[in-house]
């Protein structure tokens, strides 16, 4: 069956990094555009990352552009998120997610997320 | 493109119809318009695609209807699992973007 498995999240400082992994299984991970998708503590969803399948085309939030990079592995069924510059603001729940085609599906498949909190 | 979702709280009893609304900004390219339901703790689930289509599994009690910039979705008869957060959610065109959410509470 379709999993996805976060982890990576944590406890971290404003300022500093922190990478996110998506370990995928159950589906042919290589064909499948990605999400990044996060939930401030109480609020609701917002969208901050796509990859195509390729990795040849992204795309992110203007709340987290030229701070966030997604990426994916897809030799190791993996994506992921690499955080810089983390601000108070990015403290939320992140989830990955998958979608059939780029920009024509919706989230079929999400993963249970992982939690990133910034604090001094 | 921004979605606006009323009401924010609905209060209903189980077995009474629910109908929640989802408004765009400007029209949702292809109807690319979905709806999510969301629980405590647990990742959401996708209910309806092409703001009309049952995802896998849903039951049929979950509808979905509208285009342009109205979509409406619609739970039949309330049923006990039924009471969660519902989002809406256009995914033809960048940024994809989510609406604020409306909670389906239990009167």
Known sequence: ?????????????PGRSLRLSCAASGFTFSTY????????????????AII??????????????????????????TLYLQMNSLRVEDTAVYYCA????????PFDYWGQGTLVTVSS | IVLTQSPGTLSLSPGERATLSCRASQSVSSSYLAWYQQKPGQAPRLLIYGASSRATGIPDRFSGSGSGTDFTLTISRLESEDFAVYYCQQY????VTFGPGTQVDIK
Do not use: C
């Open chain 2, 92 to 95: 033809g065109s960048s940024p």
């Open chain 1, 33 to 48: 555009t990605m999400h990044w998708v996060r939930q401030a503590p109480g609020k609701g969803l917002e969208w901050v």
């Open chain 1, 52 to 77: 195509s399948y390729d990795e040849s085309h992204y795309s992110y939030a203007d709340s987290v552009k030229g701070r966030f990079t997604i990426s994916r592995d897809n030799s190791k069924n």
């Open chain 1, 1 to 13: 069956q379709v999993q996805l498995v976060e982890s990576g999240g944590g406890v971290v400082q």
């Open chain 1, 98 to 105: 998958r979608d059939e085609q780029w920009l024509v599906a």
